[in-house]
């Protein structure tokens, strides 16, 4: 019965001694990252002027309304992350669309999928299309 102690032990210190070798090994350099800065972006929604994701509402046929929506956006897989990431707002039947989009198909997109999901007149499309750095 001690063999056997001994030959598991023996195994298991032999078979985890790679990890500790693996994170002594030198890391593959990583090419500098700026940090992300949205001040400017921000600013104008601190004055209450605009919806934020902090305003979606909680009833459930809205917050059904938003999930619809956003499970379009997210399964279509000809728009950008930066698309995938739009805010959704929806207020007593009123959907909201804010954020980056990187072309005007990519907003198109969006809006029509919002808009066949909440009906015509019930689309705020304030999406912006910016070009990525």
Not at 50 to 58: A, I, P, R, V, Y
Not at 89 to 96: A, R
């Amino acid at each position: 019965m001690s063999k056997l102690c001994i030959a598991l032990a023996a195994l298991a210190i032999g078979g985890f001694g790679h990890l500790a070798l693996a994170a002594d090994a030198p890391m593959a350099a990583q090419p500098p990252q700026s940090a992300p800065d949205n001040s400017a972006r921000n600013a104008r929604d601190r004055d209450g002027s605009t919806l934020t994701s902090g305003d979606q509402s909680e009833n459930e046929v809205d917050r059904a309304l938003t999930q619809k929506i956003r499970k379009a956006v997210v399964a279509d897989d000809a728009l950008s992350i930066m698309a995938k990431n739009v805010k959704i707002i929806t207020v007593d039947g009123m959907v909201t669309l804010r954020g980056p989009v990187q072309s005007a198909s990519e907003r198109t997109t969006i809006a029509e999928m919002a808009t066949t999901a909440a009906g015509t007149g019930h689309v705020h499309d304030q999406l912006e299309i910016v070009t990525p750095e």
